[in-house]
Protein backbone atom coordinates (compact mmCIF):
# COMPACT_ATOMS: atom_id res chain seq x y z
CA UNK A 1 0.00 0.00 0.00
CA UNK A 2 3.14 2.28 0.67
CA UNK A 3 4.34 1.34 -2.29
CA UNK A 4 1.67 2.48 -4.33
CA UNK A 5 0.98 5.64 -2.38
CA UNK A 6 4.71 6.25 -3.26
CA UNK A 7 4.09 5.67 -7.02
CA UNK A 8 0.87 7.81 -7.36
CA UNK A 9 2.55 10.49 -5.47
CA UNK A 10 5.35 10.44 -8.12
CA UNK A 11 2.76 9.99 -11.14
CA UNK A 12 1.16 13.15 -9.83
CA UNK A 13 4.22 15.29 -8.99
CA UNK A 14 6.31 14.64 -12.57
CA UNK A 15 4.17 16.81 -14.94
CA UNK A 16 4.00 19.83 -12.03
CA UNK A 17 8.17 19.43 -12.59
CA UNK A 18 8.20 19.73 -16.59
CA UNK A 19 5.94 22.61 -16.43
CA UNK A 20 7.99 24.64 -14.35
CA UNK A 21 11.19 23.48 -16.27
CA UNK A 22 9.35 24.92 -19.60
CA UNK A 23 7.90 27.65 -17.55
CA UNK A 24 11.68 29.03 -16.60
CA UNK A 25 12.85 28.04 -20.40
CA UNK A 26 10.61 30.06 -21.75
CA UNK A 27 11.23 33.10 -19.60
CA UNK A 28 14.89 32.59 -19.94
CA UNK A 29 14.15 32.91 -23.97
CA UNK A 30 11.98 35.79 -23.84
CA UNK A 31 14.50 38.03 -21.00
CA UNK A 32 17.19 37.01 -23.49
CA UNK A 33 15.01 38.24 -26.43
CA UNK A 34 14.07 41.30 -24.78
CA UNK A 35 17.48 42.27 -23.34
CA UNK A 36 18.69 41.85 -27.25
CA UNK A 37 15.87 44.49 -27.92
CA UNK A 38 16.86 46.42 -25.38
CA UNK A 39 20.64 46.25 -26.92
CA UNK A 40 19.68 46.78 -30.50
CA UNK A 41 17.63 50.06 -29.80
CA UNK A 42 19.97 51.51 -27.28
CA UNK A 43 22.70 50.35 -30.19
CA UNK A 44 20.68 52.27 -32.90
CA UNK A 45 20.35 55.51 -31.08
CA UNK A 46 23.02 55.79 -28.74
CA UNK A 47 26.34 56.84 -30.06
CA UNK A 48 28.55 56.55 -27.60
CA UNK A 49 27.27 52.77 -26.32
CA UNK A 50 27.67 52.12 -30.42
CA UNK A 51 31.05 53.35 -30.95
CA UNK A 52 31.89 51.14 -27.61
CA UNK A 53 30.29 48.01 -29.19
CA UNK A 54 31.88 47.99 -32.46
CA UNK A 55 35.15 48.60 -30.72
CA UNK A 56 35.30 46.19 -28.36
CA UNK A 57 32.37 43.65 -29.08
CA UNK A 58 32.61 43.93 -33.01
CA UNK A 59 36.06 44.63 -33.35
CA UNK A 60 34.93 46.77 -36.23
CA UNK A 61 37.90 49.10 -35.79
CA UNK A 62 41.44 48.49 -37.05
CA UNK A 63 44.91 50.49 -37.49
CA UNK A 64 47.08 50.19 -40.39
CA UNK A 65 49.60 48.42 -39.04
CA UNK A 66 47.35 45.47 -39.08
CA UNK A 67 46.95 45.59 -42.65
CA UNK A 68 47.81 43.51 -45.42
CA UNK A 69 50.17 46.29 -47.80
CA UNK A 70 52.29 46.69 -51.16
CA UNK A 71 54.64 49.20 -51.69
CA UNK A 72 54.44 52.13 -54.48
CA UNK A 73 57.10 54.58 -55.75
CA UNK A 74 54.66 57.10 -55.95
CA UNK A 75 50.80 57.35 -55.55
CA UNK A 76 50.71 59.61 -59.01
CA UNK A 77 52.37 56.77 -61.04
CA UNK A 78 49.69 53.87 -60.71
CA UNK A 79 45.63 54.13 -60.87
CA UNK A 80 43.37 52.18 -58.30
CA UNK A 81 40.16 51.01 -58.46
CA UNK A 82 37.94 48.22 -55.92
CA UNK A 83 35.29 46.52 -57.54
CA UNK A 84 33.59 42.74 -56.20
CA UNK A 85 36.10 41.52 -54.09
CA UNK A 86 39.43 42.53 -56.01
CA UNK A 87 41.09 46.20 -55.85
CA UNK A 88 42.62 46.71 -59.26
CA UNK A 89 46.15 48.28 -59.55
CA UNK A 90 47.27 49.74 -62.67
CA UNK A 91 49.86 50.88 -64.08
CA UNK A 92 53.00 50.61 -66.70
CA UNK A 93 50.43 49.11 -68.54
CA UNK A 94 49.76 46.17 -66.75
CA UNK A 95 46.19 45.79 -64.52
CA UNK A 96 46.80 43.34 -61.10
CA UNK A 97 43.95 42.14 -59.03
CA UNK A 98 44.32 42.39 -55.29
CA UNK A 99 42.23 40.46 -52.97
CA UNK A 100 41.23 41.70 -48.92
CA UNK A 101 45.02 39.70 -48.33
CA UNK A 102 46.63 41.57 -50.11
CA UNK A 103 47.62 39.30 -52.56
CA UNK A 104 47.73 39.22 -56.05
CA UNK A 105 45.20 37.18 -57.73
CA UNK A 106 45.68 37.86 -61.43
CA UNK A 107 47.74 40.11 -64.18
CA UNK A 108 46.79 41.51 -67.45
CA UNK A 109 48.39 43.12 -70.06
CA UNK A 110 46.65 46.80 -70.97
CA UNK A 111 47.48 49.39 -73.33
CA UNK A 112 46.23 52.33 -70.91
CA UNK A 113 48.13 54.88 -69.02
CA UNK A 114 45.40 57.20 -68.22
CA UNK A 115 42.44 54.92 -67.14
CA UNK A 116 38.62 55.78 -66.44
CA UNK A 117 36.74 52.99 -64.53
CA UNK A 118 33.39 52.08 -63.94
CA UNK A 119 31.85 48.60 -62.44
CA UNK A 120 28.65 47.37 -61.18
CA UNK A 121 29.34 43.99 -59.48
CA UNK A 122 31.32 41.61 -60.46
CA UNK A 123 32.11 43.33 -63.98
CA UNK A 124 34.50 46.08 -64.43
CA UNK A 125 35.40 48.31 -67.47
CA UNK A 126 38.34 50.31 -67.82
CA UNK A 127 39.21 52.84 -70.88
CA UNK A 128 41.80 54.59 -72.29
CA UNK A 129 41.17 58.31 -71.79
CA UNK A 130 40.82 60.62 -75.27
CA UNK A 131 41.57 57.65 -76.65
CA UNK A 132 39.78 54.36 -78.47
CA UNK A 133 40.71 51.43 -76.03
CA UNK A 134 38.25 50.07 -73.76
CA UNK A 135 38.55 46.29 -71.77
CA UNK A 136 35.36 44.55 -69.90
CA UNK A 137 36.44 42.21 -66.82
CA UNK A 138 34.49 39.21 -65.02
CA UNK A 139 35.45 38.47 -61.68
CA UNK A 140 39.33 37.38 -62.72
CA UNK A 141 39.06 37.11 -66.20
CA UNK A 142 39.19 39.96 -69.01
CA UNK A 143 35.94 39.44 -71.36
CA UNK A 144 36.99 41.29 -74.14
CA UNK A 145 38.53 44.32 -75.61
CA UNK A 146 38.18 46.56 -78.44
CA UNK A 147 39.02 49.19 -80.54
CA UNK A 148 36.11 52.68 -80.59
CA UNK A 149 35.57 55.05 -83.27
CA UNK A 150 36.35 58.51 -81.30
CA UNK A 151 37.78 59.49 -78.10
CA UNK A 152 36.44 57.79 -75.26
CA UNK A 153 35.14 60.36 -72.54
CA UNK A 154 32.92 57.86 -70.16
CA UNK A 155 31.97 54.40 -69.87
CA UNK A 156 29.65 52.57 -67.84
CA UNK A 157 28.54 48.70 -66.99
CA UNK A 158 25.40 47.20 -65.33
CA UNK A 159 25.64 44.07 -63.63
CA UNK A 160 24.88 41.82 -66.48
CA UNK A 161 27.94 43.24 -68.14
CA UNK A 162 26.06 45.65 -70.68
CA UNK A 163 28.46 48.53 -71.47
CA UNK A 164 28.06 52.12 -72.59
CA UNK A 165 30.81 53.87 -74.28
CA UNK A 166 30.81 57.66 -74.59
CA UNK A 167 32.82 59.43 -77.66
CA UNK A 168 33.60 62.42 -78.78
CA UNK A 169 36.03 63.61 -81.97
CA UNK A 170 33.65 62.17 -85.18
CA UNK A 171 31.68 64.00 -87.61
CA UNK A 172 29.06 64.29 -84.49
CA UNK A 173 29.49 65.91 -80.90
CA UNK A 174 28.81 63.02 -78.91
CA UNK A 175 28.03 59.17 -79.65
CA UNK A 176 27.35 56.67 -76.85
CA UNK A 177 27.63 53.06 -78.18
CA UNK A 178 25.82 50.68 -76.26
CA UNK A 179 28.08 46.75 -76.16
CA UNK A 180 26.33 43.39 -74.57
CA UNK A 181 27.87 41.65 -72.39
CA UNK A 182 30.08 39.23 -75.13
CA UNK A 183 30.96 42.32 -76.81
CA UNK A 184 28.70 42.80 -79.63
CA UNK A 185 27.72 46.39 -80.81
CA UNK A 186 23.86 46.65 -79.59
CA UNK A 187 23.34 49.96 -81.05
CA UNK A 188 24.79 53.82 -81.14
CA UNK A 189 23.02 56.93 -80.37
CA UNK A 190 24.42 59.64 -82.49
CA UNK A 191 24.05 63.54 -80.77
CA UNK A 192 24.88 66.34 -83.10
CA UNK A 193 24.63 69.42 -80.95
CA UNK A 194 25.02 68.53 -77.28
CA UNK A 195 27.35 66.71 -74.82
CA UNK A 196 26.91 63.78 -72.74
CA UNK A 197 27.41 64.15 -69.21
CA UNK A 198 26.84 59.86 -68.00
CA UNK A 199 24.71 57.33 -69.04
CA UNK A 200 23.23 54.24 -67.27
CA UNK A 201 21.75 50.95 -68.25
CA UNK A 202 19.26 49.20 -66.15
CA UNK A 203 19.43 46.24 -63.82
CA UNK A 204 17.18 44.32 -66.63
CA UNK A 205 18.92 45.33 -69.92
CA UNK A 206 15.63 47.35 -70.87
CA UNK A 207 16.91 51.31 -70.65
CA UNK A 208 19.80 53.53 -71.58
CA UNK A 209 19.60 57.07 -69.73
CA UNK A 210 21.90 59.62 -70.91
CA UNK A 211 21.72 63.02 -69.86
CA UNK A 212 22.80 65.55 -72.33
CA UNK A 213 23.48 69.22 -72.05
CA UNK A 214 23.40 72.39 -74.74
CA UNK A 215 26.16 74.40 -73.96
CA UNK A 216 25.56 76.54 -77.22
CA UNK A 217 23.51 79.62 -75.25
CA UNK A 218 23.79 81.89 -72.54
CA UNK A 219 22.21 79.64 -69.99
CA UNK A 220 22.97 75.53 -69.26
CA UNK A 221 20.20 73.45 -70.88
CA UNK A 222 20.07 69.68 -69.63
CA UNK A 223 17.75 66.75 -70.49
CA UNK A 224 17.81 63.33 -69.29
CA UNK A 225 16.51 60.97 -72.00
CA UNK A 226 15.43 57.11 -71.92
CA UNK A 227 15.89 54.63 -74.47
CA UNK A 228 13.96 51.22 -74.87
CA UNK A 229 16.89 49.23 -75.62
CA UNK A 230 14.92 47.09 -77.24
CA UNK A 231 13.17 49.34 -79.77
CA UNK A 232 16.75 50.74 -80.59
CA UNK A 233 18.35 47.15 -81.80
CA UNK A 234 15.58 48.01 -84.88
CA UNK A 235 15.11 51.39 -84.82
CA UNK A 236 17.87 53.31 -83.08
CA UNK A 237 16.49 56.81 -84.16
CA UNK A 238 12.90 56.59 -82.78
CA UNK A 239 13.76 54.99 -79.69
CA UNK A 240 13.64 57.24 -77.16
CA UNK A 241 10.59 56.43 -74.79
CA UNK A 242 10.66 59.22 -72.26
CA UNK A 243 12.83 62.87 -72.15
CA UNK A 244 12.76 65.20 -68.53
CA UNK A 245 13.75 68.57 -68.78
CA UNK A 246 16.01 69.46 -66.54
CA UNK A 247 15.41 73.15 -64.73
CA UNK A 248 17.82 75.39 -65.89
CA UNK A 249 21.10 76.37 -64.99
CA UNK A 250 21.31 73.13 -62.97
CA UNK A 251 24.53 71.57 -63.41
CA UNK A 252 24.08 67.53 -63.63
CA UNK A 253 27.21 65.22 -62.18
CA UNK A 254 25.93 61.96 -62.60
CA UNK A 255 22.52 59.50 -62.97
CA UNK A 256 22.41 55.85 -61.71
CA UNK A 257 19.30 53.55 -62.13
CA UNK A 258 18.09 52.10 -58.92
CA UNK A 259 15.31 50.27 -59.62
CA UNK A 260 14.77 48.68 -62.64
CA UNK A 261 12.68 51.99 -64.36
CA UNK A 262 13.84 54.56 -61.63
CA UNK A 263 16.53 56.90 -62.62
CA UNK A 264 18.15 59.24 -60.10
CA UNK A 265 19.44 62.15 -61.64
CA UNK A 266 22.21 64.38 -59.00
CA UNK A 267 22.73 68.11 -59.79
CA UNK A 268 24.67 70.72 -58.03
CA UNK A 269 21.41 72.05 -56.23
CA UNK A 270 19.23 68.84 -56.49
CA UNK A 271 18.47 65.63 -56.48
CA UNK A 272 15.56 63.91 -58.64
CA UNK A 273 13.74 60.81 -59.11
CA UNK A 274 13.24 60.34 -63.25
CA UNK A 275 10.32 57.23 -63.73
CA UNK A 276 7.22 56.88 -66.61
CA UNK A 277 8.02 60.40 -67.31
CA UNK A 278 7.51 62.59 -64.73
CA UNK A 279 10.19 64.37 -62.52
CA UNK A 280 9.95 64.26 -59.02
CA UNK A 281 12.70 66.47 -56.62
CA UNK A 282 14.20 64.19 -53.99
CA UNK A 283 16.18 66.78 -51.91
CA UNK A 284 17.24 70.10 -51.85
CA UNK A 285 21.73 70.14 -51.81
CA UNK A 286 22.32 73.63 -49.94
CA UNK A 287 26.24 74.11 -51.24
CA UNK A 288 26.65 76.35 -48.01
CA UNK A 289 25.81 73.15 -45.76
CA UNK A 290 26.55 70.40 -47.59
CA UNK A 291 30.34 69.34 -48.56
CA UNK A 292 29.99 65.90 -50.37
CA UNK A 293 26.83 64.51 -52.00
CA UNK A 294 26.07 61.23 -54.15
CA UNK A 295 24.32 58.55 -55.59
CA UNK A 296 26.68 56.06 -56.68
CA UNK A 297 24.78 53.36 -54.46
CA UNK A 298 22.69 50.53 -55.19
CA UNK A 299 19.41 52.34 -53.93
CA UNK A 300 20.66 55.41 -51.50
CA UNK A 301 22.16 58.60 -52.00
CA UNK A 302 23.58 60.73 -49.51
CA UNK A 303 24.70 64.12 -48.30
CA UNK A 304 27.21 65.23 -45.88
CA UNK A 305 27.27 68.11 -43.70
CA UNK A 306 29.61 70.14 -41.52
CA UNK A 307 29.03 71.07 -38.29
CA UNK A 308 31.98 73.17 -36.36
CA UNK A 309 31.47 74.88 -32.85
CA UNK A 310 35.06 75.53 -32.49
CA UNK A 311 38.76 73.77 -33.02
CA UNK A 312 37.98 70.99 -30.82
CA UNK A 313 34.37 70.05 -31.80
CA UNK A 314 33.70 69.58 -35.25
CA UNK A 315 31.37 67.17 -36.71
CA UNK A 316 29.92 65.36 -39.90
CA UNK A 317 26.85 64.20 -40.77
CA UNK A 318 26.36 61.95 -42.92
CA UNK A 319 22.73 60.90 -44.41
CA UNK A 320 21.52 58.14 -46.33
CA UNK A 321 18.27 58.14 -47.79
CA UNK A 322 16.68 55.09 -49.13
CA UNK A 323 14.78 55.79 -52.57
CA UNK A 324 12.68 52.49 -52.38
CA UNK A 325 11.25 52.87 -48.81
CA UNK A 326 12.07 56.54 -47.96
CA UNK A 327 13.71 55.71 -45.15
CA UNK A 328 16.68 57.85 -43.66
CA UNK A 329 19.81 56.85 -41.73
CA UNK A 330 22.40 59.46 -39.94
CA UNK A 331 25.69 58.35 -38.57
CA UNK A 332 27.52 61.44 -37.31
CA UNK A 333 31.47 61.32 -37.46
CA UNK A 334 34.02 63.11 -34.89
CA UNK A 335 36.01 65.38 -37.67
CA UNK A 336 35.81 66.92 -40.76
CA UNK A 337 35.54 64.83 -43.59
CA UNK A 338 38.31 65.72 -46.73
CA UNK A 339 37.47 63.21 -49.40
CA UNK A 340 34.29 60.56 -49.41
CA UNK A 341 33.89 57.39 -52.09
CA UNK A 342 30.91 55.44 -52.29
CA UNK A 343 30.34 52.36 -54.56
CA UNK A 344 27.28 49.91 -54.69
CA UNK A 345 26.39 49.60 -50.64
CA UNK A 346 29.16 51.43 -49.04
CA UNK A 347 30.47 54.91 -48.29
CA UNK A 348 34.11 55.45 -47.32
CA UNK A 349 34.54 58.77 -45.70
CA UNK A 350 38.50 59.87 -45.08
CA UNK A 351 38.89 62.10 -42.99
CA UNK A 352 42.67 62.38 -43.28
CA UNK A 353 44.80 59.65 -40.42
CA UNK A 354 40.87 57.79 -39.82
CA UNK A 355 38.53 56.35 -42.03
CA UNK A 356 34.88 55.42 -42.03
CA UNK A 357 33.57 53.08 -43.95
CA UNK A 358 29.41 53.12 -43.93
CA UNK A 359 26.89 51.06 -44.82
CA UNK A 360 23.71 51.74 -46.77
CA UNK A 361 21.82 51.38 -43.77
CA UNK A 362 23.69 53.83 -41.84
CA UNK A 363 26.01 51.37 -39.94
CA UNK A 364 29.74 50.86 -39.29
CA UNK A 365 31.23 48.48 -41.32
CA UNK A 366 35.01 49.67 -40.23
CA UNK A 367 36.95 52.35 -38.83
CA UNK A 368 40.49 52.53 -39.57
CA UNK A 369 43.11 54.51 -37.37
CA UNK A 370 46.04 55.35 -39.78
CA UNK A 371 49.88 56.81 -38.85
CA UNK A 372 50.16 58.50 -41.62
CA UNK A 373 47.68 60.77 -43.91
CA UNK A 374 45.79 58.57 -46.12
CA UNK A 375 45.06 60.02 -50.07
CA UNK A 376 42.32 58.43 -51.21
CA UNK A 377 40.31 55.40 -50.67
CA UNK A 378 38.13 53.05 -53.40
CA UNK A 379 35.76 50.85 -52.01
CA UNK A 380 33.54 48.45 -53.08
CA UNK A 381 30.90 45.85 -51.15
CA UNK A 382 33.33 43.57 -49.93
CA UNK A 383 37.37 45.79 -50.35
CA UNK A 384 38.97 48.68 -49.87
CA UNK A 385 42.20 50.07 -51.21
CA UNK A 386 43.43 52.71 -48.65
CA UNK A 387 46.39 54.68 -50.58
CA UNK A 388 49.17 56.40 -49.36
CA UNK A 389 52.33 58.43 -51.07
CA UNK A 390 54.37 54.51 -50.82
CA UNK A 391 51.88 52.06 -50.11
CA UNK A 392 48.53 50.63 -50.71
CA UNK A 393 46.37 48.88 -47.60
CA UNK A 394 44.34 46.19 -48.15
CA UNK A 395 40.78 46.33 -46.12
CA UNK A 396 38.40 43.72 -45.72
CA UNK A 397 34.61 44.95 -45.11
Same mark, same amino acid.
Given at each position: ?6 ? !? ?8 ? =? ?8 ? &? +? ?23 ? %??? =? ?14 ? /???? *???? #? ?24 ESFDVNISSPIFASQDN? $? @? ?5 ? !? ?28 ? #???? @? ?9 ? &? ?16 ? @? ?23 ? +? /? ?17 ? +? ?19 ? %? ?9 ? #? ?7 ? !? ?22 ? *? ?11 ? $? /? ?35 ? #? ?7 ? @? ?10 ? +? ?14 ? /?????
Amino acid at each position: MKLLEFK !QFNNSEEPKS =LNKMKVITVA &A +ISVVILIGIIIGIVYKNNQTVRDFM %DQY =LFFKHVKDSDLPSISI /EDDK *TVFT #YAFNNYVAILGNNKLKLYNSSGKETESFDVNISSPIFASQDNY $L @VVAEKGQ !QKVYLFKDKKMVWDKNVEGQISRVNVNENG #YVSV @VVSGTSYKSVI &ATYSENGTEVFKTFLSNT @VVIDTDISKDNKYLGFCEMDLSGTV +I /ESKVKIISIDKAKQDPANA +IIYTYEIPVNSLVTNIEFHDK %DELICLCDKNV #YSLKNGNLN !QLAEINENDVTFSGISLSKSYYTI *TEDKFGINNQTSK $L /EIFNTSNKRKSLYTINGIAKDVCANNGVIAVNLGTEA #YFINENGGL @VKKLTSSQEIKK +IVVSNNVAGIIYRNKI /EFLGL
